[in-house]
Each structure stands twice: as structure tokens, then as C-alpha cells.
T-cell receptor
Framework: NAGVTQTPKFQVLKTGQSMTLQCAQD?????MSWYRQDPGMGLRLIHY???????DQGEVPNGYNVSRSTTEDFPLRLLSAAPSQTSVYFC???????????FGPGTRLLVL | GENVGLHLPTLSVQEGDNSIINCAYS??????FIWYKQESGKGPQFIID?????DKRQGQRVTVLLNKTVKHLSLQIAATQPGDSAVYFC??????????FGSGTRLLVRP
């Protein structure tokens, strides 16, 4: 198993541009989530999904959209990038509620 | 609101010594706790977890202790090695998928 994969590894955007961060897992996990991590801080939950077709907001959802059309994929969309969205983004998955989450390697995003 | 915090932002230990990383949580109803290790440039890596119906759980060289009376969680690493150098996060959740992470403690292992 590849586990949780994320693409791209690094991205530079200009303010106002849009883009999609990709996340995929091959462990057949029902639960997937997106976090952002700012320098020297812990992770904050952006959005999460408890299964295909079901998504919900986390702590910091503004400026981000998600969808879950398949069990494997959980893309995160930035509609109009802002410098405040400069961060490292991590995707995670877990087999069921309140079980261990497995994290991807992260995507470093710089918004100029 | 829910809050998970750490007492020590940086911990420096001698190689071979035992390390103890502490974490305080504010939600007494939280029922699941996890410790993650994060190395530079990588995603968090699961170390050990514990549910609220337990006080102690042991893994390979690691032990997690949960004191619900004072809402305190600790991670003990035995015989600390240079490869243990990383940032350690505790996280809590309440019967949900929403993990709330603390701000992290950096562990430095001196040779």
C-alpha cells in the first residue's frame, strides 16, 4: 500500500488564483480530513469526510472547498488564494471514527 | 472551547536518558488521545494512543499516561535515541473525527 499520497509537494500561487490540492489513500479508509499547519503550531482541521458523498467543516473552513466523490480521493480546493493561506497542508485518513489517523507527506503552499 | 496545550515547548535530553513530554487538555469529556511525532519536512506519524477508560498504555520504548483527574497526558520515551529528535504533538477527540492538536514540544537529543 502507498498509504496517503498528496500532490503537489510544493506550490506557489499568486493572490486570487485557484488550485486543487490532491489527496488519495489506498487503504479503503472511510474517514479523511484536511489540516493546515502554520510555523511553530499544531494542526488545525479544515474539512473532513466520514464517507463518500459526505463532508463537513472543521475549525478553519473559510476559503476552502472539498468534495468526496470516491472513497479513495479527497481534494481540497482553494477558490481564490490569499497570503493568509500560506501554510503546509496535510491530508489524513483513518478506518473508522476515533481511530488512528494516518497522515500524508504534506503540500507546502506559498501565496504571494 | 476545546484546548490542548503543552507545558514545555522544548525539551533537551541526553542520549540514553528517559524523556517525558507533558500535555494538558481542557475538555474533561474527551475520550481518545493520541501522540504524534513529526520530523522536519514530514507529516505527523502515529506513536501511541489511549482511550479514557485506561490510565496507562505501553508500546515499544514508549508509554502514555492519562490522568483524568487533572486532565493531563504524558509521553514517556525510554532510552532516548538521536532518532527520537522531533516535534511531538498530543491530540484529543470526543467521540468524533475532529482531532484537536496541541502546539507541540520539540525534543532535542544530545549525543
Amino acid at each position: 500500500n502507498a498509504g496517503v499520497t498528496q500532490t503537489p509537494k510544493f506550490q506557489v500561487l499568486k493572490t486570487g488564483q485557484s488550485m486543487t490540492l490532491q489527496c488519495a489513500q489506498d487503504m479503503n479508509h472511510e474517514y479523511m480530513s484536511w489540516y493546515r499547519q502554520d510555523p511553530g503550531m499544531g494542526l488545525r482541521l479544515i474539512h473532513y469526510s466520514v464517507g463518500a458523498g459526505i463532508t463537513d467543516q472543521g475549525e478553519v473552513p473559510n476559503g476552502y472547498n472539498v468534495s468526496r466523490s470516491t472513497t479513495e480521493d479527497f481534494p481540497l480546493r482553494l477558490l481564490s488564494a490569499a497570503p493568509s493561506q500560506t501554510s503546509v497542508y496535510f491530508c489524513a485518513s483513518s478506518p473508522s471514527l476515533s481511530e488512528t489517523q494516518y497522515f500524508g507527506p504534506g503540500t507546502r503552499l506559498l501565496v504571494l | 472551547g476545546e484546548n490542548v496545550g503543552l507545558h514545555l515547548p522544548t525539551l533537551s535530553v541526553q542520549e540514553g536518558d528517559n524523556s517525558i513530554i507533558n500535555c494538558a487538555y481542557s475538555n474533561s469529556a474527551s475520550d481518545y488521545f493520541i501522540w504524534y511525532k513529526q520530523e522536519s519536512g514530514k507529516g505527523p506519524q502515529f506513536i501511541i494512543d489511549i482511550r479514557s477508560n485506561m490510565d496507562k498504555r505501553q508500546g515499544q520504548r514508549v508509554t502514555v499516561l492519562l490522568n483524568k483527574t487533572v486532565k493531563h497526558l504524558s509521553l514517556q520515551i525510554a532510552a532516548t535515541q538521536p532518532g527520537d529528535s522531533a516535534v511531538y504533538f498530543c491530540a484529543e477527540s470526543l467521540r468524533s473525527y475532529k482531532l484537536i492538536f496541541g502546539s507541540g514540544t520539540r525534543l532535542l537529543v544530545r549525543p
